[in-house]
């Protein structure tokens, strides 16, 4: 059934609706063949740009929706809850336009940025490396300076849309001064000297593709960097909260099916001569599920309505992830258990949604990160 909403304004209500109009027509009765094929669902997303759903939190004067993020976070929670796969990429998408839209000049914005949020261009984002996951100050990926160009050398980890995207955010280290020798660049994925590894044969998310990025001699134009020398790190780390929130709505979303799949069934599988619901265990674990898909959800909100009124949200960003991600994979792991041997096979979707939530505790900085960085607040 679908979530409950009080959306702020009445255009944001029929927002939500176009989204679930769109997703029940363009997405649910796909994702599944598209899961099962490992396909990349690349016109899925220029069809959710030309709705606008790529664009929402981004002013309307630079292409974008002038949504909230209390507005975009709902609608990218009922795209994931069709596709855990596409809601990430959406998340992952606007997390790439976001060091331009912040970081750009006024030139490079307007240059780039309104064909970026029209989902004409898919982005991707090269932070981490294989020695460099939850320390991005250690990597290595090196741009060297030669005359009004760049030269990327090294290699990037975990890109989401590695190889599919039509241009990267990259972080490179321009200088050996630590965390402040990190520079940001936008660079177009026909750049000579720019190809993907073999994309990572990954336990859920199948449609989500993945893939090592690989810098041979990638020459950029300086024209092409992002703010000034040494600022990508800073860059880089103010759009992981907002991405923090993006993981924490489609985790949401994940979970919210989940439970919805496992009510259906509950409902209709009997045993002992009556429903499953009316067997107060099972009945137990719904309501708990339930309970942790109200509670996710109230939480990323909170921390959404703290950025939209331009209030400190890091902390709040890190707890809506912790908890958003946590509650998924304990309701997807319950949802299986709901449908009892039928959930452990292919036939209901359920096996798919406890593979999918698994990695949402990893990404976007493991919930062991999370809780570094709030205690770490705390104790500021």
Same mark, same amino acid.
């Given at each position: 059934m679908p979530a409950q909403r009080l959306m702020p304004t009445e255009e944001s209500h029929d927002l939500i609706e176009l989204t679930r109009d769109i997703v029940a027509k363009e997405l649910r009765p796909v994702i599944a063949d598209l899961d099962a094929r490992a396909e990349f669902p690349r016109d899925v997303f220029r069809t959710l740009g030309r709705a606008g759903l790529l664009s929402l939190p $981004?002013?309307?004067? *630079?292409? +974008?929706? +002038? !949504?909230? $993020?209390?507005?975009?976070? !709902? =609608? /990218?929670?009922?795209? #994931? &809850? #069709?596709? #855990? &796969?596409? +809601? *990430?990429? *959406?998340?992952?998408? =606007?997390?790439?336009?976001?060091?331009l839209f912040t970081a750009g000049s006024d030139e490079q914005r307007a240059a780039w940025l309104p064909e970026m949020l029209s989902g004409? !261009? /898919?982005? #991707?984002?090269? /932070?981490s490396e294989a020695h460099a996951g939850s320390d991005p100050a250690a990597m290595r990926t090196r741009a060297v300076r030669d005359g009004d160009e760049y030269v990327i050398d090294g290699a990037k980890a975990w890109t989401t849309h590695g190889g599919k995207a039509d241009f990267y955010k990259v972080m490179a280290r321009t200088s050996d001064d630590g965390g402040r020798g990190i520079s940001c660049f936008l660079v177009p994925a026909d750049t000579p000297g720019l190809t993907a590894d073999n994309p990572e044969q990954k336990m859920g998310l199948m449609s989500s593709t993945t893939a090592t990025m690989l810098f041979d001699g990638v020459r950029v134009p300086a024209s092409r960097r992002l703010g000034a020398e040494g600022q990508g790190l800073s860059i880089a780390l103010a759009g992981l909260d907002a991405g923090r929130l993006g993981i924490a709505a489609v985790a949401t979303g994940l979970a919210q099916e989940a439970l919805d799949v496992a009510l259906a069934y509950a409902k209709e599988r009997e045993a002992f001569g009556k429903p499953v619901i009316d067997h107060q265990g099972l009945a137990f674990v719904l309501a708990d599920m339930s309970a942790a898909v109200e509670s996710a959800r109230a939480t990323y909100l909170a921390a959404a309505r703290l950025k939209d009124a331009g209030r400190p949200y890091a902390r709040q960003a890190s707890i809506a992830k912790l908890v958003c991600t946590d509650n998924a994979m304990k309701v997807t792991t319950d949802a299986v258990q709901v449908l009892g041997g039928a959930g452990y096979t292919k036939d209901f979707p359920v096996e798919r949604f406890m593979r999918e939530a698994k990695v949402m505790q990893i990404f976007e900085g493991t919930n062991q990160i999370q809780r570094l960085v709030i205690s770490r607040n705390l104790a500021r």
């Open positions: $981004y002013p309307e004067e *630079v292409g +974008g929706g +002038g !949504q909230s $993020y209390e507005v975009y976070l !709902q =609608a /990218l929670e009922e795209i #994931a &809850s #069709a596709s #855990a &796969s596409v +809601g *990430v990429g *959406v998340s992952v998408h =606007a997390l790439s336009c976001f060091g004409s !261009q /898919l982005g #991707a984002y090269c /932070l």
